[in-house]
Nanobody, 117 residues
Framework: QVQVEESGGGLVQAGGSLRLSCAAS????????MRWYRQAPGKQRELVAR???????AYADSVKGRFTISRDNAKNTVYLQMNSLKPEDTAVFLC???????????WGQGTQVTVSS
């Protein structure tokens, strides 16, 4: 059974940076498409960034140029480097692992990011 666990959230002032980590264990990490989503109170879940098993990345327009997604297959971990944070980035950030072999997806519990103005 694949387990996904996020870490690295916290409270930061506007303009600051945070790096989120997501470890996925119990499967073949190299065949996972990894995605970061976020959900703010009263809003729909939003796809923030994606990295394929081959390393191709994509971002929501709202975070382009500020956030960077990367992966370390040796550590079964994906990262989200978040710079120039804004109060509107405040949300629970959730990690999603999609196994391209089994077509099953797995979710973590989320990590809270709060950006103060």
């Amino acid at each position: 059974q694949v387990q996904v666990e996020e870490s690295g959230g916290g409270l930061v002032q506007a303009g600051g940076s945070l790096r989120l980590s997501c470890a996925a264990s119990g499967g073949i990490f190299g065949q996972f498409i990894m995605r970061w989503y976020r959900q703010a109170p009263g809003k729909q879940r939003e796809l923030v960034a994606r990295i394929t098993e081959g390393g191709s990345t994509a971002y929501a327009d709202s975070v382009k140029g500020r956030f960077t997604i990367s992966r370390d297959n040796a550590k079964n971990t994906v990262y989200l480097q978040m710079n120039s944070l804004k109060p509107e980035d405040t949300a629970v950030f959730l990690c999603n692992a999609f196994d391209v072999g089994s077509t099953v997806q797995y979710w973590g519990q989320g990590t809270q990011v709060t950006v103060s103005s």
